[in-house]
């Protein structure tokens, strides 16, 4: 048997990685960033190849990881998790500083950032695990905490509007949603998916003051999701 719902019991951090260099930068949040020796120090990036990022990683040969804190703002996952380098510049107006090797490092409502000379690459299928050697990390903001997945999910998606106890309920079984179908409905700004199957309220139930948990725009910047094909 598999239960999804254990998959979500797994622990992660939230970051930005980024790549590329000063003509041509960019980076996406990531949560499968992990440290995988000591001696010496190197981390493994989990990287869609779908990303722009991806294709910079491959082509510089580094990337850099910026460890955000729980008050980072919500602004940030509707640029960086939501939206390609391939449309849009995510790094113009933003905090930046370039690294020994040249990448892009985000420095906006981090904790910490680490460097990376990628030394192997495993090709995973859908994604590219890039294994990086660190040649640089620094402290930027100690007084803060390094968000979590769990956190991310649970107190960025659920509790940050006034009426916080209407998005705890994270998955029920859907059928005790079965008289009326369950509808979706896609934040404009950022792509987020309202999806009323799991989160167990219906969205027209929501209080007008409610906001995307992503990036924080209107109840009234949704739509609803018709088809299916999404
Ligand atoms: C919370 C969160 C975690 C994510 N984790 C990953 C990840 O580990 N690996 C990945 O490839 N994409 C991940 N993504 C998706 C990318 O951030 C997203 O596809 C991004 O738009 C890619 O940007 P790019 O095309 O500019 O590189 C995550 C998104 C979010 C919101």
């Known amino acids: 048997m598999i239960n999804t719902e254990a998959l979500f019991k797994v622990s ?3 970051y930005i990685v980024c790549s590329g260099n000063k003509e041509q930068g960019n980076g996406y949040i990531s949560n499968t960033v992990f440290q995988v020796t000591a001696e010496p120090v190197r981390f493994a990036s989990c990287c869609s190849k779908k990303n722009y990022t991806s294709e910079l990683i491959s082509k510089t040969g580094s990337f850099s990881v910026s460890v955000l804190h729980t ?3 919500p602004e940030i996952f509707g640029k960086f998790g939501y939206k390609s380098g391939k449309d849009i510049d995510k790094l113009k107006g933003m905090q930046i500083k370039y690294g020994l090797t040249g990448v892009p490092i985000l420095l906006e ?3 910490a950032f680490l460097e990376c000379k990628v030394i192997d690459t495993i090709d995973v299928g859908t994604h590219l695990i890039f294994i990086g050697e660190l040649v640089q990390s620094e402290i ?9 997945y769990q956190y991310y999910r649970q107190v960025r998606k659920g509790l940050a509007p006034k009426n916080a106890p209407t998005f705890m309920v994270k998955t029920k079984p859907a059928a005790k949603l079965d008289e009326i179908k369950p509808k979706k409905f896609r934040c404009n700004a950022c792509g987020f998916i309202y999806d009323e199957s799991v989160e167990n309220i219906k969205f027209a139930d929501l209080s007008p003051d409610w906001v995307c948990p992503v990036c924080g725009s209107e109840k009234e910047d949704f739509t609803e999701i018709i088809s299916e094909s999404i």
């Open 109 to 111: 409502g981090i904790v």
């Open 71 to 73: 008050d980072v703002s």
């Open 140 to 148: 930027i903001d100690d007084s803060q905490e390094p968000m979590t």
């Open 12 to 14: 992660y951090g939230i």
